[in-house]
């Protein structure tokens, strides 16, 4: 009898033993997390962490050391980002180098805050006595459309169509005459008109002629009396060429402002786990 109760003892001791070790539900799943962060994998390891608290939300220890591996992981994923973007960001900038070569800058310091810049080869540049388009490109990255309309009936036009032999057509935005983006003017018996596109105003136009391929192109002034012309190549060109600088331009602006968000970030993060640990470190003191 005695032999049997001692092995009764014997075997609630070892279970007791067993049953400390085990790890918690809660316990586990910050260890996986833990595991995926190390590996790199921190999508998962932030579904990991977040799904801590749904486990158990009473395993305070477990909670408090995800909110440091999140802080950990989202550092390593700014880290990361900051690594890309400084890889980029050079090779963006000496594109838009070579791309500014083939532009000038028409700027009045005097009179404007801003300048354009114009593509070199645009036999247009500046043009108001025939009909055409023209195309800059702010200082900011910016481009502008404008349709210069000069002929002996007036058009009192305020929008651009383009359109291919398909059938594929693209719109500008509407400008309302307003004596400044949209004028007109008669002089010596010529009408003049001139309505300038901004950004998106005009992006799907631009879209639209550098994704052409070389394929003829129908530009149609819309306005009370119809007007139209086929699209040559030398504003082809200053098109295609300005839409390029201008999306160099916008990458290299994206691309520092997300230097600029991730080093932020990235300095914020590392004092936030230093005060974590110093806290943690002079909690375990007391």
Known sequence: MKKIFFISIVGLALFGGACSEKKSPAAEQYKKAEELYHQGDYAQAKVAIDSIEIIDPRAFDEIRAGMQLMRRVELSINERNLAYVDSLLPIRQASQKDLLSEFRLQKDEEYQEEGHYV?????????????????????????????VYSGATKLDHESVKVELPDGTFALTSVIPYDGANNYR????????EVVTYKGKEMRSVA????????????????????????????????????????????????????????????????????????????????
């Not at 003017?185 to 003049?192: E, L, P, S």
């Not at 994704?211 to 139209?228: D, L």
């Open 207 to 286: 879209d639209l002629i550098y994704n052409s391929n070389g394929a003829k192109i129908k530009v149609s002034y819309e306005g009370k009396r119809p007007y139209s012309f086929v699209l040559d190549n030398s504003t082809r060109n200053a098109i295609s060429a300005s839409y390029e600088l201008s999306m160099v331009m916008f990458d290299i602006k994206q691309l520092q402002r997300e230097k600029a968000i991730a080093t932020k970030t990235i300095e914020i993060l590392k004092k936030q786990i230093a005060d974590y640990e110093s806290g943690r470190l002079s909690g375990s003191k007391d």
């Open 185 to 192: 003017f008669v002089n010596a018996g010529v009408t003049t």
């Open 119 to 147: 593509y070199k080869k645009d036999r247009n540049a500046g043009s108001v006595n025939r009909s055409c388009l023209r195309i800059q490109v702010t200082e900011d990255g910016q481009m502008q459309l404008m349709s």
